[in-house]
Structures are given as structure tokens and as C-alpha cells.
């Protein structure tokens, strides 16, 4: 293995802290409730989220789309939308860290691999979670960010896992990606020939579930998969 | 006149704070000397203006393009450009805040006049000079921000100038803008149909330079030439 890909989202950072402190910002600047922008928040989630794992809309314009339809549901102005993501950026505080993500970064670094991130954007820009990686010190581990919004694909598109691969000149199956969300991380890297790691809290330990695949009930899985490989005898 | 768009750098914002904190992260970054990071920067920039001024260059990669070019001409990776951005957007004080000019937008706003911000962008996005105007409260002034990379245009391209007019369904002589570059700025916003106020350290006062244009030695000279305008009989 020469190469492991992080998804962002529910595997290094914790979103839930994210759209809280957004929901809280944009409450604020359009004077509404709270209840009423969550539910919109997490409505409109739901709906990019159908789309993506069917890979529908245009790449080109994911994060965008994203932003218009929540100020759209929340009647609100997309630059409202704009202003409370930044502020969320600027005001999160270091519980939006998952337990043990630093950690498992350090372990993966000290190996030496490649680290990339490849991570999948909506209601703000990936220059916004690359600011949030850096400002709680886990930039320091990864050598490149892969951001959809930038590599102008999502997950999970084949592009998004090609691109890190050709830029470290590696072989799919030198690769592992890791990340919580099935049909964009786990299948999306499967299909693109990488090795997988789906993150499912429900799962009680570490197990192989595809030929090139495991689940893991959480981020710090990754070393004890990367531990079989190196055996060369995966469980 | 019913919409003042505004120029950020060196209008707002002043862009040689920016620079120096963001050469203060590179070189951190780099183990480099601080001297060779500016001068790079600086040989970067002026490379890059000359060709933006010729509206060379593909818009659609303006920003990448910029950041690629300052990466090659350090000798380092295109992650560290981004990294000292983000770095630099989190760490710049308040001396980055233009005297004068939050007071102005201040006025302008009260006047019952839009406000929007038309920004082009180099080795940083438009989302990071959106969150720097947020931090520093100037955002709380501005309708919409209308930045490079999200527009996929640059001034002095016409396209920059129309976005903000459309979406406010305003006509060009209904609105003026204000900037510190020539080319980008002034003549951009002339060819656009627009009133221009070009911001000119060397004037000595306000002054009519054009039909539709003045020049002003600093950002609050905008006052004085939307109180011209609204007398009808420019100076």
C-alpha cells in the first residue's frame, strides 16, 4: 500500500458540528428559527445526497446548486447562505475534530504513506474545509486535498479517486480510500479499483466484506486494515 | 444612481498586508527565505496582471493558474500555496481593513443605495476574501459579493461588470464602480457602460478625468462623487 485517501465529513471532521454552528449563523442573519433552518438544512441534505449517489447534476455547478437550493427553501439569499458558511468556518469550535482522527493521521504518516483527503462539498467551498483542516492542525498529515467543488467531480465519479492516484503516479490497487458514506466512498472507490473502507458505527470490529473491502466501525480502523494487508493475508 | 460596486484590493482591503502574512506562511511552510518568497510573489503577480490586462487566460482557471504559477516559480507544491492561504486568511489582523473604509460603505449603505463587491482573484479564492470581509465586519454593508472564480470571468472582462446589474435589475448608468487598478477597474467598468471612480493615490483631489469617470486619491471619495451625480451637473 503506498497511498490512503480520507473523505472529510463523519471521518475526520464531524459535520453535524458544522451545520449546527451554521444553522446557528444563518438563524441569526435572517432572523428566523433555528428549528425551521435546521429542518431545511437537513431537507435539502437529503436531496443533494439522492442525487449524488445517482450521479446526477452537473459537477461544475455541485456546490453552487447547493447553496441556491437551501437559501431557496429557506427563502432566503444565496449570499446569506454564503456569509453564514463562512462565519460557521471562522466560529466552529475543535469538538467538530472526530475523536481520534489526529491520531490515526499521525500513525498513517509515521508509515510512510501517501495521505491525500478527496472529499465531496455542499452548502460551502472545499477551500472552507481545507481552512477548518488547517486551523485544527491536521493539514500537517495530508499531503494533498482533493476537493470536489475544485476537481470539478464528486464522488462517487471515478474521476475524483483517478486524479489523486495520477498525481502521486500510483495504481489503484497501491490505494486504499476510507469514508462513512456507502455509495459515494465505499462503491465509489470499489468501481474506480481502489481498495475500500466503508465507516459503519453500527459495526462491531474491523471485517472484510468484498474482495477488496472492509467496514470498520470507525477512523482509527484504517490501521489495523492497513496491518492485514501488510500481512498480505487480509482476514 | 442605485448600485455602488466596489473593487476589493487596495479598495477595501489592502492587498500588501495580505501578501506579507501569506510570504510569512510560505517561507514557514517552505523552510525558505522570506526575501525569495516575496520576490517570487511579486514577479508572479505582475506576470499575472500583465496577463489579465490583455484579458489573456482562461477564466475558468484563473485561480488554479495562479497558484500553479507561484508554486513553479517557489519550487514548491501547489498544496503549500493553498496552505499558506488558508493560514494567512485566519491569521491577518485588522491593519488589513483600508482606512476609511468601512465608514464609507457606512454612508453609501444609509443612502439606501446596493452595494456589491466585484473582486478578481489570484493565489487565493473569492470565498477567502468573502470570510476576511466577514471577520473584519464589512460584510455587514455589502448585498453580494461577485468574485472571479465564481463568476468565471475577471474584470476587465464585461461579464464581471453585467452579473451585479442583472441580478439587481439595474441598467449600467444606474451604477458605478469604484478600484484602485486602471485597466481592470476603471476602463473595465467604462467599457461596461458603467460610471467609474478610479482610485489614484496621486490626485490631489476629485476629479472629472471622463464622461462617465473621476478620479479620487482614496475609497471615500466615492461620497463626493455620487453627491456630484445626484446634483446632476458633475464638477
Known amino acids: 500500500m503506498k497511498l490512503v485517501s480520507f473523505d472529510v465529513w463523519n471521518t475526520l471532521l464531524d459535520i453535524n458540528v458544522m451545520l449546527d454552528v451554521m444553522a446557528v449563523e444563518l438563524s441569526r442573519l435572517m432572523g428566523a428559527c433555528i428549528i425551521d433552518v435546521v429542518e431545511g438544512m437537513m431537507l435539502t441534505r437529503e436531496r443533494i445526497k439522492r442525487m449524488r449517489a445517482g450521479t446526477q447534476g452537473d459537477p461544475e455547478r455541485a456546490l453552487e446548486e447547493s447553496q441556491e437550493m437551501l437559501a431557496e427553501l429557506l427563502g432566503t439569499d444565496v449570499e446569506v447562505v454564503k456569509r453564514a458558511a463562512a462565519r460557521a468556518t471562522l466560529n466552529v469550535g475543535d469538538e467538530i475534530v472526530i475523536p481520534g482522527a489526529k491520531e490515526t493521521l499521525e500513525v498513517v504518516k509515521r508509515k510512510g504513506l501517501k495521505i491525500t483527503v478527496t472529499g465531496n462539498v455542499m452548502f460551502w467551498p472545499g477551500s472552507y474545509t481545507r481552512l477548518l483542516l488547517e486551523r485544527f492542525g491536521l493539514m500537517n498529515y495530508i499531503d494533498r486535498t482533493f476537493f470536489a ?66 467496514e470498520v466501525p470507525g477512523v482509527e480502523g484504517i490501521l489495523e486494515v492497513l496491518e492485514e494487508l501488510e500481512k498480505g493475508k487480509p482476514t
Chains 1, 2 share one sequence.
Open 149 to 214: 467543488d475544485e476537481v470539478l467531480a464528486y464522488k462517487p465519479m471515478p474521476e475524483m479517486f483517478e486524479k489523486p492516484l495520477r498525481t502521486f503516479n500510483i495504481m489503484p490497487e497501491e490505494a486504499v480510500h476510507i469514508g462513512d458514506t456507502y455509495a459515494e466512498d465505499f462503491e465509489g472507490a470499489l468501481k474506480a479499483g481502489l481498495w475500500a473502507v466503508w465507516i459503519n458505527p453500527e459495526a462491531d470490529e474491523v471485517r472484510r466484506i468484498h474482495e477488496r473491502g472492509f
